[in-house]
């Protein structure tokens, strides 16, 4: 694990303080017998702690989360556009508690790893990725990727083998290429995507709340919103970098994955809602499951682009069965 270097400790801080604020004003809306409790717990300050980082060879910081027994079967999960590792929250903490080893990465520009100003492609995905399971010296490692991450899984395997990979998963993941082509005629016209740049650099505070609610399915008639999801998917998107996520849309949108997708050689599960507002499942989940050499297909009637987080009864347990298999 390397030492932070001035620069990532000044990131680190901005983003505490992002995050103190948020936690605060949660605070003064709590009734005065939980201000209470809050106030009488513990400290948990222990002085100088060190925060997990890996640093790739164009020296590029990636925070990454390890937790479990070392001796554990490892899952690696990679997370979408334009969050961090705490978007696995709910699978995180579900499969350290069916005694897995969990790790999880912040993609370059995301969330705690370096601010940089390039290597915003798949190519660079891939390889940070290959640069964390490296370090930990990852076997039999299960990769799940969700969105964008099913793609980085996807390039990863494609460009750096899978010696080192049992198992895959791609969850409503972006695969085999979401823009309209001469070749792909189902694809999304590049206005969508000129449309999603221009809004990132005009108002990107504004652009994330608005781009949350058809994520998660909350503008479907009957839906159950959950303001906390919501609040969690802006503040992961508010604490990356705005130039990484507007090179990132290109990396997202224009990657052909279609040659990757011949080259994944290991046991794969594609899972995907039918009511996939944000990436939807005819040009990429239908497609990856006929591509990928003997892929598994698990569609999920009525369920959105985030139903990791707003299903996880379903989609925890639907995984757990596909690992044990």
């Not at 000044?10 to 809306?29: F, H, K, N, W």
């Not at 046991?267 to 040009?283: C, E, F, K, R, Y």
Request: aromatic content about 8%; glycine content about 8%; hydrophobic content about 40%.
């Amino acid at each position: 694990m390397s030492e932070l270097t001035n620069n990532a400790q000044v990131e680190i801080r901005r983003r505490e303080l992002l995050l103190a604020g948020a936690g605060l004003a949660a605070t003064v809306a709590l009734p005065g017998a939980a201000l209470a409790a809050v106030a009488t717990l513990p400290s948990t300050d222990k002085g100088n702690q060190t925060m997990s980082f890996v640093t790739t060879k164009d020296g590029v910081q990636i925070f990454y989360k390890d937790w479990g027994d070392k001796s554990a079967q490892p899952i690696v999960f990679s997370h979408g556009w334009p969050l961090s590792a705490d978007d696995w929250d709910g699978q995180m903490l579900y499969f350290l508690q069916h005694g897995y080893r969990v790790i999880a990465h912040d993609r370059r520009g995301h969330g705690r790893s370096s601010q940089v100003s390039t290597g915003h492609d798949m190519d660079h995905y891939a390889d940070d990725l290959a640069a964390v399971t490296e370090h930990l010296d990852l076997k039999r490692a299960i990769h799940v990727g969700h969105s964008t991450g099913g793609g980085e899984v996807a390039h990863y395997i494609a460009r750096h083998g899978s010696k080192r990979v049992a198992k895959a998963v791609l969850i409503s993941s972006v695969p085999p290429i979401m823009v309209k082509t001469t070749n792909n005629p189902g694809g999304l016209p590049m206005e969508v995507f000129d449309n999603i740049r221009a809004s990132v650099a005009s108002n990107r505070a504004q652009f994330y709340k608005d781009l949350a609610v058809p994520f998660y399915g909350f503008n479907r008639p009957n839906a159950k919103t959950s303001q906390g999801i919501l609040d969690h998917w802006w503040f992961q998107g508010m604490m990356g970098s705005i130039q990484a996520h507007y090179d990132g849309i290109k990396a997202f949108s224009e990657t052909d994955f279609n040659d990757d997708l011949k080259k994944i050689d290991v046991p794969t599960l594609v899972m995907h809602g039918d009511d996939d507002q944000i990436v939807p499942i005819a040009d990429s989940g239908l497609l990856t499951a006929r591509i990928v050499r003997g892929a598994q297909l698990k569609v999920y009637p009525g369920l959105s682009h985030g139903m990791c987080a707003t299903h996880p009864e379903q989609i925890n347990p639907d995984l757990l069965a596909f690992f044990k298999a």
